[in-house]
């Protein structure tokens, strides 16, 4: 139970090191995007190569030949992806997820907030984290594809600003506060962005 030869040590130092030299030579050869902050396919990939590395590392039953190529396989798929995405919008629309606008000039997005499953409570954090004390200094927040929330400041962001083009739910966003603020002028209501 404790201890079982010296066989089974020697193993896991060998071909522990040996795996270890083969993953960090296949993460350099497929670039910087395989370690990059995880979008939902980013992360499987990731959990499986640190399945399979503690399963060579672990496993009499699964030599290292076999394991460095079951290693090599994931990265090359993960990079595959990766270059498709880039080549192809389609493809890229069914591997990851849209940014989500959940804040607009100040305004909480209650439906986006509900279908991203956030609190009010986590994007103000995220507001403070970024070094602003009034939600109404900032002019959208985005709720990235790798789970991440960026801030946009300034009051007024449109919808032809390049970086918000491709954030769902901003176009129609700003056009319903537009409409809203012309309505507002008239009648001095208040608007509701929600």
């Given at each position: 139970?404790?201890?079982?030869?010296?066989?089974?040590?020697?193993?896991?130092?060998?071909?522990?090191?040996?795996?270890?030299?083969?993953?960090?030579?296949?993460?350099?050869?497929?670039?910087?995007?395989?370690?990059?902050?995880?979008?939902?396919?980013?992360?499987?990939?990731?959990?499986?190569?640190?399945?399979?590395?503690?399963?060579?590392?672990?496993?009499?039953?699964?030599?290292?030949?076999?394991?460095?190529?079951?290693?090599?396989?994931?990265?090359?798929?993960?990079?595959?992806?990766?270059?498709?995405?880039?080549?192809?919008?389609?493809?890229?629309?069914?591997?990851?997820?849209?940014?989500?606008?959940?804040?607009?000039?100040?305004?909480?997005?209650?439906?986006?907030?509900?279908?991203q499953r956030?609190s009010r409570?986590?994007?103000?954090?995220?507001?403070?984290?970024?070094?602003?004390?009034?939600?109404?200094?900032?002019?959208?927040?985005?709720?990235?594809?790798?789970?991440?929330?960026?801030?946009?400041?300034?009051?007024?962001?449109?919808?032809?600003?390049?970086?918000?083009?491709?954030?769902?739910?901003?176009?129609?966003?700003?056009?319903?506060?537009?409409?809203?603020?012309?309505?507002?002028?008239?009648?001095?209501?208040?608007?509701?962005?929600?």
């Open positions: 139970m404790f201890f079982q030869g010296w066989f089974g040590l020697w193993r896991v130092l060998v071909v522990g090191t040996l795996a270890y030299i083969a993953l960090v030579i296949l993460l350099r050869i497929s670039g910087k995007r395989t370690l990059a902050k995880f979008n939902a396919f980013d992360f499987v990939v990731t959990v499986a190569i640190g399945s399979t590395l503690a399963t060579i590392l672990l496993s009499n039953s699964v030599a290292l030949a076999e394991g460095i190529l079951a290693l090599a396989l994931l990265i090359g798929l993960q990079y595959a992806i990766s270059w498709l995405s880039v080549r192809s919008e389609r493809f890229q629309e069914l591997i990851k997820s849209e940014p989500t606008l959940l804040v607009h000039r100040g305004r909480f997005l209650e439906s986006a907030l509900q279908s956030l409570e986590e994007v103000l954090a995220a507001v403070r984290a970024d070094g602003h004390a009034r939600l109404e200094d900032v002019g959208a927040i985005v709720l990235e594809t790798d789970g991440t929330i960026s801030i946009i400041t300034g009051n007024d962001p449109q919808p032809s600003d390049a970086a918000l083009k491709t954030v769902q739910g901003f176009g129609r966003t700003c056009l319903h506060a537009q409409a809203s603020s012309h309505n507002d002028d008239a009648t001095g209501k208040p608007l509701d962005a929600s």
